[in-house]
């Protein structure tokens, strides 16, 4: 099946300063990925939409400044947040779709997760 | 505001019982409905789904039941597993499933040997 990969799976860090995730696809191209985050106890909710060599589309409310994503190559995309802060912790998880499929919601492949601690 | 939505927050079944996971929804154009099972430090896998030109989808064990006019979705397990237990997501779509899935918070069930 495919796999999405996530790095780091965890992360703390001080106020202020920049967290960078990665999210790979291991076995496929993926088309178009997907950066989620999950408050606890709340949803998934779709931070922002990205495409290989162009810009990502953000979701309404989602601060594109503070939240870099680079989708540099058809199987990695990243998501910087900086000048973290505490209410930017969070578990973020990234989801991809397959190159050549219809795009539909089936074939996204969602990544472990990262949980991100700011102090 | 909450557009999908699993109210009760877990379930606890007996192996071999029926499961029964419930999910309301509230926008209209909603048209196309999965469920994802999560288990501990892994991302959501896809399960089942159902278009809402249909009101019943069937896999081995996973029948999803669509009721439009209710706005409701139900996931159903015949027989229970104790490998079932995880948390599991209900997530909607407009345009078939093309468009950006929204998710419920999720229910956590476990099924007890």
């Known amino acids: 099946g495919a796999v999405v990969s996530q790095h780091p799976s965890r992360v703390i860090c001080k106020s202020g300063t920049s967290v960078k995730i990665e999210c790979r696809s291991l076995?496929?191209?993926?088309?178009?990925m997907f950066w989620y985050r999950q408050f606890p106890k709340q949803s998934l909710m779709l931070m922002a939409t990205?495409?290989?060599?162009?810009?990502?589309?953000?979701e309404q409310g989602v601060e594109k400044d503070k939240f870099l994503i680079n989708h540099a190559s058809l199987t990695l995309s990243t998501l910087t947040v900086t000048s973290a802060h505490p209410e930017d912790s969070s578990f973020y998880i990234c989801?991809?779709?397959?190159?050549?499929?219809?795009?539909?919601?089936?074939?996204?492949?969602f990544g472990p997760g990262t949980r991100l601690l700011v102090l | 505001d909450q557009q999908v939505k699993q109210n009760s927050p877990s379930l606890s079944v007996q192996e071999g019982r029926i499961s029964i996971l419930n999910c309301d929804y509230t926008n209209s154009m909603f048209d196309y409905f999965l469920w994802y099972k999560k288990y501990p430090a892994e991302g959501p896998t896809f399960l089942i789904s159902i278009s809402s030109i249909k009101d019943k989808n069937e896999d081995g064990r996973f029948t999803v039941f669509l009721n439009k006019s209710a706005k409701h979705l139900s996931l159903h397990i015949v027989p229970s597993q104790p490998g079932d237990s995880a948390v599991y997501f209900c997530?909607?779509?407009?345009?078939?499933?093309?468009?950006?899935?929204?998710f419920g918070k999720g229910m956590k069930l476990t099924v007890n040997p």
């Open positions: 990205s495409n290989e060599g162009s810009k990502a589309t953000y």
């Open positions: 997530a909607a779509s407009a345009q078939g499933g093309s468009e950006k899935l929204v």
């Open positions: 076995d496929f191209q993926a088309t178009t």
């Open positions: 989801s991809a779709n397959i190159l050549g499929t219809s795009g539909g919601a089936e074939t996204q492949y």
